[in-house]
Structure formats: C-alpha cells, structure tokens
C-alpha cells in the first residue's frame, strides 16, 4: 500500500493523523503513553481495529518507559495506570479493550522477567497483534469477496478500510479481494457526519487505491437505493454482542434499516476480536457521545446558531434481524444470531 496506518520504529509510535487527511499526510511521532491515549481520543487514529492496535503500542511504550524500574510493585502499580489510562480513551470498540487484555496478559506472564526483558516482550506483542489484524483481515475479505460480483455497486459508510486498522481494511478488505479476483466493483460512500470519514478518509483511501468511488451526503443513501445506484452494503463493526447485535458508526442503523425496504443485503465486515461475547445485546453496548463542537462546526467552522441543543451518539446499534450476514475470518455466519455466533467460537 502507499501508506501506512501506524507503526513502530525505534521505539517510537508512527502514526498518520487522520485529522489532517485528505490535506495533509503527515505522521505524528509519539513517545509516551499518554501521547497514544490522546491521539486515539482525539481521532488522530480511529476505527475499532486500529484503536486496538494503538492501544497495544501505548502500553508497549509504557513497558519501555518503566523498564529500569526494578521494584515490583511500583512496576505494576504504574502499569495498571497505563492500562486504566488506554480503557478510558474510547469506550465502544471493544477491540480496545481485547488489545488491553492481551498486553496485560503478555505483561503477567512475563512477571518473572526483569523489566527490560518485559519490555521487550510488550514490544513484541504489540507488533504481533498489528501483524496478525493484517493477516486477519487478507483472510475476511477473502471469505467476503465470496459474497460478491462483477458490476456490484457497493455502499459502504464511515471508514473501515485500511485507515481504521493495520492495514487492507474489513469492509473495504473485501472490496479489495473482490478486486484482486479481478471483479469490477464500484463504490459509493457516504460522507458520515459529523467527523467525515467517508468524505475525508474513504474517499480518499480508494481513490489512492484506485477503486472508482461516488461521494454522496449520508441522507442521499435512500434514493441512491431507491433509484437502483447500488446494490450491496458493506459495513465495519465497532462491537458485536453475542446475539449478533452490531454497534458502528452513527447511521449505519438508519442504512440497515433502509436495506430492508428495498430488498438490499446488509453486511457488516469484522474480525472475531469486535465480537463482545459478555455483551448478551445491543442494549448493553455503552455508546460514545462526543463533543457538540463536531455537529455545530465543520472542520473548526461554527455552522449552527449559538444557544442552541445538541446530541452527538458516535454509534447506532444494529439489530441482527437486519444484518443478512457477518463476514469474519473464520467464516460468513448468515442471518446472524446467539447459537451461530456461540458456534463461530467452538466449532
Ligand atoms: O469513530 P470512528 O471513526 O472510530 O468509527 C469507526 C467505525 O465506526 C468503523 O466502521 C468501525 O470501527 C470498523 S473499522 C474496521
């Protein structure tokens, strides 16, 4: 690819700010913890999977910061603070906190190393779990592309692509397989206010890729289906609770919704890491509300009058009635629900 989401050299993060795209290509160079945490709060990196794999190397930074301390206790009372720190960045990608499990994991038991071997090993997990997303989704969207054809119009929202992980992307991953099997795939994206990241991130992705994309406003998706313009919809997920339930990107409901009206498959692209399997539904999936500056300004612009409400949900739950399938890279699970999804782990 002619870019990269976020790497690790010389102990330090790379990370491409997804603020500053299309304009601006420029990586931030991150040497703490608390930079990672900020950076993922403030959407210089976003979507679940790359969250996950920040998260990863923010704690592996943490390793590195604390590995001449050699007293045990202050080694694990400052590593819970890392840890604590990265849980309260964002709190619907549940990928965040399975990329927290799993450093904390490496961390225990490793716990009779001295604190720069730990580090060392904290390093190397985090550059495993950015290795394996890319590994994990080349393997979706070759089980996706299956669900695909030539002269296949597909709408997709926000941006799950090779930006909101480690790289190829979920939703877009399987438009790219289906691509690389040498189907003719259109894309239409819609633009997803408030923070833009079809118009900004999406477009900008598959236009590099060079994937033929239409940019359209959100509200135009029920006449482009209406009117025939496509014929398919591929979402990302940020949390997926064990009945099949699936939290994304605000108005990806609204979508799913409309789908069902005019006889539209509805797939949500994820690896197995965005299944909550404690999450019994969509109810219990905890919402992010973001500041009101992104609804009542564009780009730092103020569009609405002063004085006035406001509400920002960052993500929508999608009912699994109205997923027709779940792409993961294991399997396809169509018309999802509790025992297909329990079997996705056991079987
Ligand atoms: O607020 P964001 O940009 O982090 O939201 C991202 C999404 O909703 C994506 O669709 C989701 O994380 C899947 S990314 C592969």
Known sequence: MSFYTIAFKNNRVLMLDQRRLPQDEIYLVLRTPEQVARA????????????????GFGLALAGLELSKVSDHSEWWEKFGQALRRMARTRPTAVNLFWAINRMNHQAIISRDLSSSERAKLLVREAQNILAEDIATNKKMGKNGAKLLHSGDVILTHCNAGALATGGYGTALGVIRAAKEQGKKIQVFADETRPFLQGARLTAWE???????????????????MRNRKIN??????????????????????????????????????????????????????PIEERSLEEIFSIRGKRIAPRGVCGWNPAFDVTPAGLISAIITEKSVIKNPNRTKIRNLFTE
């Open 206 to 224: 598959l236009k590099k890729d060079r994937i033929p994309v239409t940019l359209i406003s959100d509200n135009m998706a029920g006449w482009a």
């Open 232 to 285: 398919k919809i591929i979402v990302g997920a940020d949390r997926i609770a064990r009945n099949g339930d699936t939290a994304n990107k605000i108005g990806t409901y609204s979508l799913a919704v409309l789908a069902r009206h005019h006889g539209i498959p509805f797939y949500v692209a994820a690896p197995l890491s965005t299944i909550d399997r404690a999450c019994p539904g969509g109810e219990k999936i």
């Open 40 to 55: 993922i709060e403030q959407m210089a990196i976003r979507g679940a999977p790359a969250i996950g794999i920040a998260a």
